[in-house]
């Protein structure tokens, strides 16, 4: 029974860890072919559970940016997201709080809501795009 417990937390200490060090926010299938190469006989039902077990438990996020899949955030200081229109590439953006803090405080003028917080995702096309772009005008 030990050996067991010991086993599934130290699956879960991997892809915490794995997630603590990622700054792509993969899918579950992304996370599970990385924790594959250190634990081979790990099932995707196991890494997709322990994804789910460390976001109930908001040592990790989960993150939705419209394409069907959900990705998974290691990093739980607050900051919003910069996705690339034309690779899906996602990327943290740091806004300073006080100007998010303005924003909401706008924006709470204009709601009977209460509004407590806002995840901002902005669009765009992302650097290397831009790269691949300008070498195939030359
Ligand atoms: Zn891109
Ligand atoms: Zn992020």
Redesign the pocket.
Known sequence: MTKIKTRYSKQRETIYHFLQND?S?PTVETVYFHIKKTIPDISLGTVYRNLNLLADQKKI?R?DIGDGCVHY?G?MIP???FVCDVCGQ???IQIDESIVRDFIDETQKTSQDDIKDVDMLFHGKCQHCINKEKEHQH
């Open positions: 700054y926010h996020r993150l955030d990093q900051h919003h997201h996602i990327q943290d």
